[in-house]
């Protein structure tokens, strides 16, 4: 999570929201890392995960991250939580809850949908107060 807070971090420097994610191996290797872009790039869909996944599926040469863990800052979005589902990660850990758009089990539970057939397991709040306060001071900003 110390590792994802720091892509965070590159996001926040180039004006984007703060969110960092790291994409790791079976093995625990970093396959990828990745920060909100969405600013940077004028791509809606550049947040962090779905730049994470990209970019870990591009490293293992298939669309399978099957066995990986995915780390982000922030509790991720619908968007965000449907690719999560469509790329068999194994596992979702992410640090501030989101209230008012998180779809890991604050607002809904995409990735835990009894309804599909897989569902990576949940980890939440890790760092969780370090996280919340580099978005929260990120905003206080604007
Ligand atoms: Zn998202």
């Known amino acids: 999570m110390r590792r994802a807070l720091a892509e965070a971090e590159r996001a926040a420097s180039?004006?984007?929201?703060?969110?960092?994610?790291?994409?790791?191996?079976?093995?625990?290797?970093?396959?990828?890392?990745?920060?909100?872009?969405?600013?940077?790039?004028?791509?809606?869909?550049?947040?962090?995960?779905?730049?994470?996944?990209?970019?870990?599926?591009?490293?293992?040469?298939?669309?399978?991250?099957?066995?990986?863990?995915?780390?982000?800052?922030?509790?991720p979005c619908t968007m965000c939580a449907g690719a999560l589902v469509q790329s068999r990660v194994a596992r979702v850990v992410y640090g501030a809850h989101d209230e008012k758009a998180g779809a890991a089990g604050s607002l809904w539970d995409v990735i835990r949908d009894r309804r599909l057939?897989?569902?990576?397991?949940?980890?939440?709040?890790?760092?969780?107060?370090?996280c919340a306060t580099r978005l929260t001071a990120f905003f206080r900003t604007l």
């Open 14 to 75: 180039a004006g984007d929201v703060p969110v960092g994610a790291v994409l790791l191996g079976p093995d625990g290797t970093e396959l990828a890392a990745a920060h909100n872009e969405r600013e940077a790039t004028g791509d809606p869909t550049a947040h962090a995960e779905i730049l994470a996944l990209r970019r870990a599926a591009e490293a293992v040469g298939e669309w399978r991250l099957t066995g990986c863990t995915l780390v982000v800052t922030l509790e």
């Open 117 to 130: 057939n897989h569902r990576p397991e949940v980890v939440a709040g890790v760092l969780e107060d370090d």
